[in-house]
């Protein structure tokens, strides 16, 4: 994807401390002293996300030719994560993990590598979706260690309180907790869900495009394609899924499930619970921890992180420099539209040149 349109492209394979060998790609400048941008993808996506539009509609090109040094990560479990130095995919332990992990180990992995590559002391972070959920639970479960290594964090379609979530992925709510019919329907380890499911979902929720539905990653991102060249769908139904566990998905049908509208650690029932957190109940994120200076963008049509719950987890996190409410947005536009250029990105590289001079030699 990247060298084909002329881009020079590093790959980079940081191991994070419980031993999963996340896949990097690095777009590196001529330049050694540019600012390293690091981006992280969303839920059953990949690096692949910031790179499937034309060159001057994806994210990662764009900060490219203005000039950063861009990097990409990828969390444990999708096509570019799945090494571990003892642990094979085919061992369910290789997939016992959500975004509580991702956060925990692969966030301050990958960023660390960022900077001790480029010897810069901090990063300016850039997530889409659960690309954002994991800075949230990464800094809050390490604090300062990593706190302090990210300068600025732009957050897309920001993912954390969703009780009023209307994504289709709201009615795993139902079977949340049965345990036997969730690894049935969807695997017991890596997500794939069964066939029969996916075309009972497609038809119920995508009566018009059940094709489309039969993609997992549209069937949970949205299908309104208003904003969207509907001719690149192919290419990204290419692309997404890439991955990702069983686990991860039910950690999120158990946030709808908390109509307190809190974002709580994944609950492995009574008796797991008390052998991991030493509790009952699985604890809740305290967001008032997380200090980094927050650049929100938040969708208007977004099924996934209604405007409802965007709004209410920016009364919660303590350093909120702007917060902006984008018409017409749906949760994969802030991907793919073919309008973020301008509606968008073009904001994006403001907040970044008003922390640094990137031509600074």
């Known amino acids: 994807l990247i060298t084909s ?11 994070t401390s419980d031993g999963f060998i996340l896949g990097m790609q690095r777009i590196p400048q001529p330049s050694k002293d540019r600012i390293p941008v690091f981006l992280l993808h969303g839920l059953l996506s990949s690096s ?8 001057n509609e994806s994210l990662a090109y764009i900060l490219y030719n203005a000039g ?3 990097w990409l990560g990828n969390v444990r479990g999708n096509v570019y ?10 061992d369910l332990r290789f997939w016992d993990w959500s975004f509580d992990q991702m956060g925990e180990y692969d966030v301050p992995a990958m960023i660390g590598h960022v ?19 994991s800075l949230f639970t990464g800094a809050i479960i390490n604090g300062k260690s990593l706190i302090d290594r990210v300068n600025s964090f732009i957050a897309l379609a920001p993912a954390a309180i969703v009780p009023n979530m209307q994504s289709p992925l709201h009615y795993l709510t139902y079977i949340a907790n049965d345990v036997d019919l969730v690894y049935t329907l969807f695997g017991d380890g890596d997500f794939l869900p069964h066939d029969g499911f996916l075309e009972i979902f497609s038809k119920m929720f995508c009566p018009r495009e059940p094709k489309i539905c039969l993609n997992t990653f549209f069937l949970i991102g949205g299908t309104d394609f208003t904003n969207t060249n509907v001719s690149r769908i192919a290419v990204y139904s290419a692309h997404d899924p890439a991955g990702t566990s069983t686990q991860t998905v ?4 158990q946030l709808v499930e908390n109509k307190h509208g809190t974002l709580k ?14 509790r009952f109940n699985p604890p809740t994120y305290d967001f008032s921890a997380f200090t980094i200076p927050t650049y929100a963008f938040c969708g208007f049509k977004d ?58 030699q």
């Open 5 to 15: 349109k002329g881009f020079p492209c590093e790959e980079h394979h940081p191991i």
């Open 48 to 55: 692949d996300s910031f790179l499937t539009n034309l060159v």
């Open 68 to 70: 950063y040094d861009v």
């Open 81 to 90: 994560s799945r090494k571990h130095v003892s642990l094979s995919p085919d």
């Open 115 to 133: 900077l001790n590559v480029t010897g810069h002391k901090k990063v300016n972070y850039i997530g889409h979706s659960q690309g954002t959920t």
């Open 250 to 253: 039910m950690h999120w049908a």
């Open 265 to 278: 650690r994944y609950d492995y029932g009574h008796l797991k619970n008390l052998e991991k957190y030493g």
């Open 303 to 360: 099924t996934l992180v209604v405007l409802e719950d965007c709004k209410k987890l920016m009364t919660l996190l303590p350093n909120v420099i702007e917060a902006h409410f984008i018409p017409h947005y749906t949760h994969l536009d802030f991907i793919f539209a073919m309008n973020a250029p301008q509606n968008l990105y073009s904001r994006v590289l403001k907040i970044l040149s008003s922390y640094f001079n990137v031509f600074k």
